[in-house]
């Protein structure tokens, strides 16, 4: 187990880190977060080409850029410290992980570049109510021939972003991935009003649109999951961390009573229990990433590790966001007060992929229990 | 490495023409001291070999992998070796020193009172010089193995009008004598591990204080800060235990006196491994809603040893403790109460029993009845959250009403 970063790795942090504090301060997410789009399409282009963030976790030979899970990591933790606004999670992520997992290496060295690049936009569509991502409740069917999907995705991350769509759908009773352009005939997208503004949701309907089959077997949707569940749980401490640290920082300054309320104990301790409720989801989303790069990601124990991650990730991140407006007191609860950002992040994603009691019960199963 | 292997073989070769296992444990022990093998990482003139501690743990290791017994170790005996080499003088070296490691006396310690744990510097047993003896009034409490132990180290105020942390000194005090007495403390969980110690016109001779007056404050944190190094240190005896022969007999006697103390110390943890064993057993495991809070703990169990991990990673790499470092204790607590709280509800009525009724030989109704402990021996839950937000968070420290001369400090009403 590596619970340390390596040298190189350490450096890749502070690469992200530092792109993140230029590109990403509260002002520009704030005025991203207010656009149809919600990215700087710029920033994307510089994120892709010289960080080179999408693809990091994918092998060279499908067309990644051959790092792993730990670094995939990495720039997650960071994304959700500074909720830097990007299509990263749906094509850097989903889309990427789908396509690695799904397609065979000729379908990735064709489909993964251009992602890679920054020039096409990937999403994934899966979900088709509020509790699926796996698919046992799969409605879309394809055409006999693979050649075209019909049926309703809900939940499709920056499902109005992108360009390309990689679609579940039931192909002879088995639940198979599919390609499926955009902009083709058929495919009707329309935006869902999400609650946290930084992460823009769709629902996608597709009506006989033309699809390519992905793959030459039934797709195991398992790895794509564990991989976006533990991108997920790392993104969640990075936002836990900023408040976190916001947390303190304002307690340290505001003066009630003659003196700063950081010397209540009442406050101290709050704090003192939030640290340790997020060191511990840390090491929980450190140590799954670290199971995902030695084991791979489809077995039982990436499922253990990244369940596990997830469920206490997002406890802690929404247990920090709850405690800092708290903390704030009248001015946490406003629009003008930069709490309110990562709180909407951290409800979200407290039941996006999944909620956490899912999260346990799919980590015991793993185990075995 | 060269040095160590030649080191170990030299070691070897000593052990091979001393080591009799017909010996008693203490003529063993005595070679020990006179020859410093047993203590290979203290300084030559005091039993040992003035060697680094990392030579002196290869030196322990091959006295275990060779199945020879090494000195005396159990019990509070190595926070009394620890101080005292570290603040005593060279008549107190030679004077305590040998027969703490020979195990001919065994110690305990006398910091806590009624009035003063978690302000440990609140000490208000007195301490008052007449002639050539300091004379010893006051009462101590937790004091574990106190109703066996030979010497206390002893911490007492000798002046009155100086802030609290500086009129504190740190003393040896014979407990057989007729001015101490000592009471076994029976806890709510029916074991006596510790006791109450009433020091009544005790006497300690001038000599005995370990350091300058009024230096007490800093000689305890250097036992504190052995006593937490030594907190999650396996118990048991080892391996060494289960060798057969007179002087493993007197070995194992030894031990099981001075780790009597201990043993519902596992209980008092929450006995996390005991979980999913009575869930089967019980067949609570198919009950969803117990399910959630298992998986809680496990999680929570496994991230409080990770972090561990993390804080071991980063002292490897030779890098600043992270808050990681600073949270074991405080995680733990969390921890067993969980623990506590599930097995509860796996045992549903089962756990209105005790004794042998209750599962598992009493061992689930021990945990139900241990657990409080764990947030408040060592250090509460609350003075750990202080300082894990005034150290590691950096926030203010609480206005203090103690800093003035003591004699003025607001004490508990039974004080004053």
């Given at each position: 187990m590596a619970f340390k970063l390596t040298e190189d790795q350490e450096q890749f942090r502070d690469i992200v880190a530092r792109f993140c504090r230029d590109k990403s301060p509260t002002t520009a997410v704030r005025e991203l977060m207010a656009t149809e789009a919600g990215y700087d399409a710029g920033v994307w282009q510089q994120l892709c080409a010289e960080v080179g963030a999408v693809g990091i976790h994918v092998p060279e030979a499908k067309g990644g850029v051959g790092f792993g899970p730990v670094e995939l990591s990495i720039v997650m933790e960071e994304f959700g410290r500074s909720l830097l606004c990007s299509p990263y999670f749906a094509s850097g992520v989903l889309a990427t992980t789908a396509i690695a997992e799904a397609a065979t290496a000729e379908q990735a060295n064709e489909l993964l570049p251009g992602i890679v690049s920054g020039d096409v936009i990937g999403a994934l569509a899966v979900s088709e109510d509020a509790r699926s991502f796996e698919p046992e409740r799969l409605q879309t069917v394809a055409a006999e021939d693979g050649g075209s999907v019909t049926g309703s995705k809900h939940f499709v991350v920056d499902g109005l972003n992108a360009n390309l769509l990689i679609v579940s759908a039931r192909l002879n009773n088995e639940p198979r991935l599919f390609a499926v352009d955009a902009e083709a005939a058929g495919v009707t997208r329309s935006a869902q009003a999400s609650m946290d503004p930084t992460r823009k949701l769709a629902r996608v309907e597709f009506d006989n649109a033309p699809a390519t089959l992905l793959g030459n077997s039934a797709v195991d949707i398992t790895p794509i999951y564990n991989t976006a569940l533990v991108a997920l749980a790392n993104e969640m401490v990075g936002g836990a961390q900023a408040l976190l640290d916001a947390a303190v920082e304002y307690t340290k300054l505001r003066v009630?009573?003659?003196?700063?309320?950081?010397?209540?104990?009442?406050?101290?301790?709050?704090?003192?229990?939030?640290?340790?409720?997020?060191?511990?989801?840390?090491?929980?989303?450190?140590?799954?990433?670290?199971?995902?790069a030695d084991e791979g990601a489809a077995g039982a124990k990436a499922s253990e590790a990244a369940s596990l991650a997830k469920a206490a990730c997002a406890d802690a991140y929404l247990e920090a966001a709850i405690q800092c407006i708290q903390l704030h007191g009248g001015i946490g609860f406003t629009w003008e007060n930069d709490t309110h950002l990562w709180f909407k992040r951290a409800k979200s994603s407290e039941v996006f992929l999944g909620s956490p009691n899912q999260h346990r019960e799919r980590m015991l199963q793993a185990m075995g229990v | 490495m060269a040095e160590i292997e030649s080191l170990k073989s030299e070691v070897r070769s000593w052990i091979e023409s001393n080591w009799d296992p017909g010996s008693s444990l203490v003529e063993w022990r005595t070679k020990l001291a006179d020859t410093g093998w047993g203590t290979a990482h203290w300084p030559e003139e005091y039993f040992g070999k003035g060697l680094s501690p990392a030579e002196g743990a290869e030196i322990d290791q091959l006295f275990a992998d060779m199945g020879v017994l090494g000195v005396a170790t159990s019990g509070v005996r190595m926070l009394a070796a620890a101080t005292i080499l570290e603040h005593g003088n060279d008549a107190q070296k030679k004077q305590y020193l040998r027969r703490i490691i020979t195990g001919e006396d065994s110690w305990c310690q006398l910091f806590s009172e009624p009035g003063s744990g978690s302000d440990l510097a609140g000490s208000t047993t007195r301490a008052d010089l007449d002639g050539d003896s300091w004379v010893i009034n006051g009462q101590k409490v937790w004091n574990t193995s106190a109703h066996h132990a030979d010497y206390g180290l002893l911490l007492a105020r000798t002046d009155w009008d100086v802030p609290k942390h500086q009129g504190l000194s740190y003393f040896i005090i014979d407990m057989r004598q007729p001015g101490v007495e000592v009471r076994q403390l029976k806890q709510m969980n029916g074991h006596a591990s510790f006791n109450e110690v009433f020091m009544t016109d005790a006497i300690v001779p001038r000599e005995n204080m370990l350091d300058q007056p009024g230096n007490g404050w800093q000689v305890a944190v250097?036992?504190?800060?052995?006593?937490?190094?030594?907190?999650?240190?396996?118990?048991?005896?080892?391996?060494?235990?289960?060798?057969?022969?007179?002087?493993?007999?007197?070995?194992?006697?030894?031990?099981?006196?001075?780790?009597?103390?201990?043993?519902?110390?596992?209980?008092?943890?929450?006995?996390?491994?005991?979980?999913?064993?009575?869930?089967?057993?019980?067949?609570?495991?198919?009950?969803?809603?117990?399910?959630?809070?298992?998986?809680?703990?496990?999680?929570?169990?496994?991230?409080?040893?990770?972090?561990?991990?993390?804080?071991r990673a980063a002292q490897q790499?030779?890098?600043?403790?992270?808050?990681?470092?600073?949270?074991?204790?405080?995680?733990?607590?969390?921890?067993?109460?969980?623990?506590?709280?599930?097995?509860?509800?796996?045992?549903?009525?089962?756990?209105?029993?005790?004794?042998?009724?209750?599962?598992?030989?009493?061992?689930?109704?021990?945990?139900?009845?241990?657990?409080?402990?764990?947030?408040?021996?060592?250090?509460?839950?609350?003075?750990?959250?202080?300082?894990?937000?005034?150290?590691?968070?950096?926030?203010?420290?609480?206005?203090?009403?103690?800093?003035?001369?003591?004699?003025?400090?607001?004490?508990?009403?039974?004080?004053?």
């Open positions: 009630q009573f003659g003196r700063t309320i950081g010397s209540f104990q009442a406050i101290k301790h709050r704090l003192a229990d939030l640290l340790l409720q997020v060191e511990l989801a840390k090491s929980t989303a450190y140590q799954a990433a670290q199971v995902l | 250097t036992t504190l800060a052995h006593e937490r190094r030594g907190f999650d240190r396996i118990r048991g005896g080892g391996a060494l235990a289960q060798l057969e022969g007179p002087i493993f007999d007197e070995y194992r006697r030894e031990v099981e006196i001075d780790n009597e103390p201990y043993k519902w110390y596992p209980q008092r943890a929450g006995r996390v491994d005991l979980i999913l064993e009575r869930a089967r057993e019980t067949g609570a495991i198919d009950d969803p809603v117990i399910r959630q809070d298992i998986a809680r703990l496990l999680t929570m169990s496994q991230a409080a040893q990770w972090t561990a991990g993390r804080a790499a030779g890098k600043p403790q992270g808050p990681e470092g600073s949270l074991g204790k405080l995680a733990a607590s969390n921890i067993a109460r969980l623990a506590s709280r599930v097995h509860t509800d796996i045992s549903a009525m089962d756990a209105m029993l005790t004794g042998a009724e209750s599962p598992h030989d009493g061992v689930i109704a021990e945990i139900l009845v241990s657990v409080p402990a764990v947030s408040i021996a060592g250090g509460t839950d609350e003075i750990q959250k202080n300082i894990i937000s005034e150290r590691v968070l950096g926030m203010p420290k609480e206005p203090r009403f103690d800093t003035g001369p003591f004699r003025d400090v607001p004490r508990n009403v039974s004080e004053t």
